[in-house]
């Protein structure tokens, strides 16, 4: 009779007590770098839990041994650069492959998804020694000039997206007498605008984190260091305070973060996108 | 503008792709031009390298270990929030948020926390009366330390299952449940087989992921051993403790761009391309991902 109420409660009760633990168990970690940034040098190594006294020097102390500044600088070069020749490069190839008839497109499209999916190690000898006979390792070239020769993983998002787009849209624009390049300036981008952001931002961060792209091409020139690249060779020369690496590790962080909170619903919306839409 | 992109795949991939073959055949130090040696680097890599083994069979372990249990425990907690309609939004982003942070961010925090002696996780465990043990530094729990880092960044994937969950018909569920069925037999029955093109999807990109597993290893490895990044010496530094964090991709880095080995490390993406094919395989037959619609 009343069971059923009785066991819809315990199970409502269950499911959120085991959400919530999951909850902190997810946020521990955050929680715990961040209190460490605010711990002076001895106290991380007595392994304590809540920072005593509040140490926030350890904030100017990261900008003042780490290149901090130029890490971000070197950091939104890389990203921002990538992202505006990715758009430049795939965004047009996108279109093509999802909404115009040519030749060869399976056999294009076949090549992306192969690159797209195939590990980077698998070219990176004659890429590396293309970038060495070039004379630019060493610099930023390696890292942004490929992506204005298109991103296989950007394609593929775009013409997810693009295929979304109805093609009665497209039919009209050409009745008003648009070429290709009409169409895509004036109807597809437009409407595909949350795509392009969740393209754009997709890019970004992978630039912004990526670690081996950096070791490979700039790590001999300390001027280029990005944030992720710097973060790691940082602890090596201050290994006993923690609470200036932890500062590091939060700053390195926070843009991610804060990208993510204005820009959510992109974000998920590109991500969704990418695994569901076949 | 489209042909920006075609040249873009022949000379960022289709060269390298078939130059990558020619080159392991060689013996190559960037300095003098190639040799050609025919299949010895092939031999050295199958029969005298140990270390290659050694680092494959720790890719293997990242393979076979990290990509089930997160995708596991993706489902798990994605099935969680299907369930929960009002707060979806909050607890979306509290577990997705994770999977953003830069990876070396993540690493630096974990070895960090997981430091056996001044780490916060340790001392939590002895506040329970239990000895911590020594996580990153200790050869057999240095991969499943690293696994429980791969559980925390699993966000993307369990993003990917929420979605695909929430597209699942709810009319299915309903005839089901008149026909008497429970929890476990919706899933089985409906919530799985819906969903079994993104779980094929994110199985095999997650193989393909783990495969070319690197930057987390490494990362690991030389923050746990207290030396800074990567750098000359290399070989020394990568797959502490005791090279249970040596990856393949580590090791063909080491080869070709510390070593500057490049005919072997050419062997090696040789030996990379032909299993990561043998994965895609699957997923391309089976995805179905040639379907151009709204053409």
Same mark, same amino acid.
């Given at each position: 009779?009343?069971?059923?109420?009785?066991?819809?409660?315990?199970?409502?009760?269950?499911?959120?007590?085991?959400?919530?633990?999951?909850?902190?168990?997810?946020?521990?970690?955050?929680?715990?770098?961040?209190?460490?940034?605010?711990?002076?040098?001895?106290?991380?190594?007595?392994?304590?839990?809540?920072?005593?006294?509040?140490?926030?020097?350890?904030?100017?102390?990261?900008?003042?041994?780490?290149?901090?500044?130029?890490?971000?600088?070197?950091?939104?070069?890389?990203?921002?650069?990538?992202?505006?020749?990715?758009?430049?490069?795939?965004?047009?190839?996108?279109?093509?492959?999802?909404?115009?008839?040519?030749?060869?497109?399976?056999?294009?499209?076949?090549?992306?998804?192969?690159?797209?999916?195939?590990?980077?190690?698998?070219?990176?000898?004659?890429?590396?020694?293309?970038?060495?006979?070039?004379?630019?390792?060493?610099?930023?070239?390696?890292?942004?000039?490929?992506?204005?020769?298109?991103?296989?993983?950007?394609?593929?998002?775009?013409?997810?997206?693009?295929?979304?787009?109805?093609?009665?849209?497209?039919?009209?624009?050409?009745?008003?007498?648009?070429?290709?390049?009409?169409?895509?300036?004036?109807?597809?981008?437009?409407?595909?605008?949350?795509?392009?952001?969740?393209?754009?931002?997709?890019?970004?961060?992978?630039?912004?984190?990526?670690?081996?792209?950096?070791?490979?091409?700039?790590?001999?020139?300390?001027?280029?260091?990005?944030?992720?690249?710097?973060?790691?060779?940082?602890?090596?020369?201050?290994?006993?305070?923690?609470?200036?690496?932890?500062?590091?590790?939060?700053?390195?962080?926070?843009?991610?973060?804060?990208?993510?909170?204005?820009?959510?619903?992109?974000?998920?919306?590109?991500?969704?996108?990418?695994?569901?839409?076949? | 503008?489209?042909?920006?992109?075609?040249?873009?795949?022949?000379? +960022?991939?289709?060269?390298?792709?078939?130059?990558?073959?020619?080159?392991?055949?060689?013996?190559?130090?960037?300095?003098?031009?190639?040799?050609?040696?025919?299949? $010895?680097?092939?031999? /050295?890599?199958?029969?005298?390298?140990?270390?290659?083994?050694?680092?494959? $069979?720790?890719?293997?372990?990242?393979? &076979?270990?990290?990509?089930?249990?997160?995708? &596991?425990?993706?489902?798990?907690?994605?099935?969680? !929030?299907?369930?929960?309609?009002? #707060?979806?939004?909050?607890?979306?982003?509290?577990?997705?948020?994770?999977?953003?942070?830069?990876? &070396?961010?993540?690493?630096?925090?974990?070895?960090?926390?997981?430091?056996?002696?001044?780490?916060?996780?340790?001392?939590?465990? *002895?506040?329970?009366?239990?000895?911590?043990?020594?996580?990153?530094?200790?050869?057999?729990?240095? *991969?499943?330390?690293?696994?429980?880092?791969?559980?925390?960044?699993?966000?993307?994937?369990?993003?990917?299952?929420?979605?695909?969950?929430?597209?699942?018909?709810?009319?299915?569920?309903?005839?089901?449940?008149?026909?008497?069925?429970?929890?476990?037999? *919706?899933?089985?029955?409906?919530?799985?087989?819906?969903?079994?093109?993104? !779980?094929?999807?994110? #199985?095999?990109?997650?193989?393909?992921?783990?495969?070319?597993?690197?930057?987390?290893?490494?990362? #690991?490895?030389?923050?746990?051993?207290?030396?800074?990044?990567?750098?000359?010496?290399?070989?020394?530094?990568?797959? /502490?403790?005791?090279?249970?964090?040596?990856? /393949?991709?580590?090791?063909?880095?080491?080869?070709? +761009?510390?070593?500057?080995?490049?005919?072997?490390?050419?062997?090696?993406?040789?030996? !990379?391309?032909?299993?990561?094919?043998?994965?895609?395989?699957?997923?391309?037959?089976?995805?179905?991902?040639?379907?151009?619609?709204?053409?």
């Amino acid at each position: 009779m009343s069971t059923v109420p009785v066991r819809r409660t315990l199970a409502y009760v269950a499911e959120h007590a085991l959400l919530i633990a999951l909850g902190l168990i997810f946020l521990v970690p955050v929680a715990f770098v961040v209190l460490t940034s605010f711990m002076g040098g001895h106290q991380t190594l007595t392994g304590a839990l809540w920072p005593h006294p509040w140490q926030w020097s350890n904030y100017s102390t990261a900008f003042h041994t780490a290149p901090l500044l130029r890490w971000f600088g070197n950091s939104l070069l890389y990203a921002g650069a990538s992202t505006l020749f990715m758009l430049i490069s795939s965004v047009p190839m996108a279109y093509v492959l999802a909404k115009v008839r040519i030749r060869f497109a399976g056999a294009i499209f076949f090549a992306v998804i192969i690159a797209m999916l195939l590990p980077p190690q698998v070219t990176q000898v004659p890429i590396y020694v293309m970038w060495a006979q070039f004379r630019v390792v060493g610099t930023m070239w390696p890292l942004i000039l490929p992506h204005l020769f298109g991103n296989a993983f950007s394609i593929f998002l775009l013409r997810q997206f693009f295929l979304s787009i109805p093609t009665e849209y497209i039919d009209a624009a050409r009745m008003d007498g648009n070429g290709e390049w009409g169409i895509l300036t004036r109807v597809m981008v437009p409407m595909a605008k949350p795509g392009i952001a969740a393209a754009s931002i997709f890019m970004f961060f992978q630039c912004w984190n990526d670690y081996y792209g950096p070791l490979l091409y700039t790590s001999e020139n300390p001027d280029l260091w990005t944030v992720s690249y710097g973060l790691a060779s940082f602890h090596g020369s201050h290994s006993t305070d923690w609470g200036v690496i932890m500062a590091v590790t939060t700053l390195a962080t926070l843009p991610v973060v804060l990208v993510f909170f204005l820009a959510q619903r992109t974000f998920v919306e590109g991500i969704t996108l990418t695994g569901v839409k076949g | 503008m489209m042909a920006l992109a075609t040249i873009g795949l022949l000379v +960022f991939f289709l060269y390298p792709l078939c130059a990558n073959v020619y080159l392991s055949f060689t013996n190559y130090d960037l300095a003098s031009s190639p040799k050609w040696i025919g299949l $010895r680097n092939y031999t /050295y890599l199958f029969t005298q390298d140990p270390r290659v083994w050694h680092a494959a $069979r720790n890719t293997l372990w990242f393979v &076979v270990i990290l990509v089930p249990v997160r995708m &596991v425990c993706s489902l798990g907690i994605a099935l969680l !929030l299907t369930r929960r309609k009002r #707060a979806s939004g909050f607890w979306r982003t509290l577990f997705y948020v994770p999977a953003l942070v830069p990876p &070396v961010a993540s690493v630096v925090g974990f070895v960090f926390l997981f430091n056996p002696g001044t780490g916060p996780v340790n001392t939590l465990l *002895k506040t329970f009366g239990i000895k911590g043990p020594l996580w990153f530094n200790d050869p057999s729990l240095s *991969k499943p330390s690293l696994l429980l880092l791969g559980v925390w960044m699993m966000g993307d994937v369990m993003v990917i299952f929420l979605a695909a969950l929430l597209d699942v018909p709810k009319d299915q569920y309903e005839a089901a449940e008149l026909d008497g069925a429970g929890g476990r037999q *919706k899933l089985w029955y409906i919530t799985l087989p819906n969903i079994s093109p993104v !779980l094929l999807f994110s #199985a095999v990109t997650g193989v393909i992921a783990a495969l070319q597993y690197f930057t987390e290893a490494a990362v #690991a490895s030389s923050v746990a051993n207290g030396k800074t990044g990567i750098d000359a010496g290399a070989d020394q530094l990568l797959g /502490y403790p005791n090279d249970s964090l040596l990856t /393949y991709t580590q090791w063909m880095y080491v080869q070709g +761009f510390s070593s500057f080995q490049l005919g072997y490390a050419a062997a090696m993406a040789v030996v !990379l391309f032909v299993v990561a094919a043998a994965v895609m395989a699957v997923l391309l037959r089976k995805a179905g991902l040639f379907r151009r619609k709204g053409v």
